[in-house]
């Protein structure tokens, strides 16, 4: 069905919102069929980054971020020049789970974890926020997508979702992106680029939200050891090879059996760590091998949870 509505719409461009994995082979077809892509599908660069993006060059496809975060760089790097940014600074909410006691995480159930403060999300997405997954999926996107060193992309909790992310030129200061936290403004902007076309949408008013509102920026560093699925994610993608396919494959599994009660949330890390124990020192060169990659990590978390 998606690869007849591709083909037979005759779109300039395909907006890829399709959570997890199962939005990969929409993206390749996508480009084979020489159609830009808006990519709200992270786990298509995380899976399959290098091979996307040779593929979009190969058809002269524009590769648009859709992420609240990811169309934030891009637009900033757009306008400053690769060459001139240092590092990369994506923004966190923090998730529903921010400021619980660390001892409390086992014991919250998935319908705590579905109750995101600032975002209105799918399932999946708002069980990985509450889990830093959600970030830790985007700081490989961030690191493929950019051609950023590990190193060069940081992660700050910042829980108003004001400030969708900021980039750090190579004299030392930094430009952010600012606006609510709402995705009609990253979806709008994929639409439209390369131009910035008047809209109906109701601007930011720092003024009004300070005053009115009473809306304080503020940022603070993520918590690592309580929220592991960010670290693995950075061990992942400075491992390179397949472990990012793997740690995307695992936590699939994971959330998939904290959402039907098999394992606590805290398992969630767990079984991606005992997941990227395995050995994936070996790089996909074709999506073929990235699906068969993919499936054997499925098996292998599913093995560690049954």
């Not at 058809?59 to 240092?86: M, Q, R, T, W």
């Not at 890390?269 to 074709?286: G, Y």
Request: proline residues 6%; glycine residues 6%.
């Amino acid at each position: 069905g998606i690869e007849k509505v591709i083909s037979e719409s005759k779109a300039d461009l395909v907006v890829n919102g399709i959570a997890g994995a199962a939005g990969l082979y929409p993206s390749v077809f996508t480009l084979q069929n020489k159609i830009d892509l808006a990519l709200a599908n992270k786990e298509t660069i995380v899976m399959a980054g290098d091979l996307i993006r040779s593929l979009a060059g190969k058809n002269n496809c524009a590769l648009l971020p859709v992420d609240s975060e990811h169309s934030a760089v891009f637009n900033l790097i757009s306008k400053y020049g690769h060459d001139s940014v240092d590092s990369v600074i994506l923004t966190a909410s923090g998730g529903p789970f921010r400021n619980v006691p660390s001892d409390e995480l086992q014991y919250k159930k998935p319908s705590d974890a579905l109750k995101h403060p600032t975002w209105n999300m799918g399932t999946k997405i708002t069980i990985d926020s509450a889990s830093l997954a959600n970030k830790g999926l985007e700081v490989i996107e961030a690191c493929k997508l950019f051609d950023m060193s590990p190193e060069k992309v940081q992660v700050v909790v910042h829980p108003q979702s004001i400030v969708h992310s900021l980039i750090r030129t190579k004299d030392g200061v930094l430009y952010a992106q600012m606006s609510k936290p709402d995705m009609r403004h990253p979806i709008l902007s994929a639409l439209t680029w390369p131009h910035f076309t008047p809209n109906h949408l109701e601007p930011f008013d720092i003024i009004a939200a300070s005053f009115e509102n009473g809306i304080t920026l503020s940022f603070f560093p993520p918590r690592i050891k309580d929220f592991p699925m960010l670290s693995l994610a950075y061990d992942a993608v400075k491992a390179e090879g397949a472990y990012t396919i793997a740690y995307n494959a695992a936590n699939e599994i994971a959330v998939d059996a904290y959402l039907h009660d098999k394992i606590n949330f805290t398992d969630i890390p767990l079984v991606t760590e005992k997941t990227l124990e395995h050995d994936w020192s070996k790089a996909a060169v074709t999506f073929d091998e990235v699906f068969l990659f993919d499936s054997q990590a499925r098996k292998i978390a599913s093995g560690g949870i049954f």
